[in-house]
């Protein structure tokens, strides 16, 4: 199901692409490209869901990691691009609340290979000789690994959920074919959610849940053909 998943959505944002493509063929300002970036992800884990009835899971943690991706898209107008974008984030450790009556009771959550597909759009409104400031969206999926411990109950989980982000930045074009850009990103990598098993006997014990979200600083170099 999750490879189905997974081709289905390539498949789209790869039709999404070539749709644009084709529609703007006949435009002078039509070309593709390729670009490679790397940036920090601040990251930020709300964590929800219930250990044993009637206690909730509380608490939010923060953590950094590495981005690095690539892209690949056309410059389809004169202000407008469309790109598809595989990025990696590595990896998170978060500390929240457990047990609520325990002041020493807390989950230890890892998520890890963190690998985001978006399908983008990206406005450029105005243009200041070589600088361009630049707006964009995307939707797509996150896959991620994440698992949970406070040593009483724990559980793990491969997951794909879908996810949206909004970026602004400025580029700066070095040459006709070669720019640089410097942005800011926000970006909802989804809920997850694990099913909670007793460490001791494999017990169930309720559910725990975690919306990560992230603000990120990114830096890419983009080659047109």
């Known amino acids: 199901m999750k490879k189905l998943y997974v081709m289905s959505l390539l498949g789209a944002c790869i039709a999404s692409v ?11 300002d039509f070309r593709l490209y390729v ?14 869901g219930w250990n ?3 206690f909730k899971n509380t608490g939010d943690d923060d953590d950094e990691a590495l981005i690095t991706g ?10 407008l691009r469309a790109d598809i974008g595989l990025s990696h984030r590595g990896d998170l450790d978060f ?34 000789e070589k600088f361009t400031p630049y707006i964009g969206a995307g939707i797509g999926s996150t896959w991620t690994k994440i698992s949970t411990n406070d040593t009483k109950v724990k559980g793990s989980r491969d997951k794909a959920i879908f996810s949206w982000q909004a970026e602004a930045g400025i580029q700066y074009d070095l040459t006709q074919h070669l720019t640089l850009k410097l942005g800011y990103r926000y970006i ?22 975690g919306e990560l979200t992230a603000n990120e600083i990114i830096f890419g170099i983009r080659y047109s053909f």
């Open 188 to 209: 909802d990598l989804g809920n997850l959610e694990i099913h909670l098993r007793s460490v001791e006997d494999g017990t169930h014990y309720g559910k725990y849940r």
């Open 18 to 28: 070539l749709f644009c493509s084709s529609v703007a063929l006949a435009s002078d």
């Open 35 to 48: 670009e490679a970036e790397v940036g920090g992800s601040f990251a930020d884990f709300d964590s929800g």
């Open 70 to 79: 690539a892209h690949f898209g056309a410059e389809l107008f004169e202000y």
């Open 95 to 128: 500390k929240t609340k457990s047990y609520p009556l325990s002041t020493t009771s807390f989950y230890k959550t890892k998520i890890e290979d963190t690998y985001t597909l978006m399908f983008s759009l990206y406005f450029e409104p105005v243009r200041f």
């Open 52 to 54: 044993a009835e009637p």
